[in-house]
């Protein structure tokens, strides 16, 4: 995940930056985030380039692995998972009201939080 401006909410970051950014690691972290919180804006405001060869993704496993682990232990307790599911299904009818108006905010912020499920399940 990188991002748009600060590492994962608003700027470019590259595959190294990952263990270090201030949103993910609030991801992974004990904080149970609800589904209204202001953050997730700020998570699935990032750009990032997906990892097209088998090579980029590897590179791209390897360093998401620390904080995968960090989030599936984190989330027994905090239930983050399931508030990013919300989120998503919240933001539902905003999405079909971005496509037929063109605006692309919510379509792009839903897309990187089903690249956060994908990432989360795989």
Known sequence: ?????????????????LSKNEALNRLVSKEVLSPSDPFWNSLLSYNFKLPVSKTDWKTFEQSIEELQKRFLISNLKTGNFVSLLRVILLRHSELKNSVLTENSLFIWQTYNALFIVRTVLK
């Open 1 to 17: 995940f990188t991002s748009t401006r600060d590492l994962m909410g608003a700027s470019n970051s590259n595959l190294a930056d």
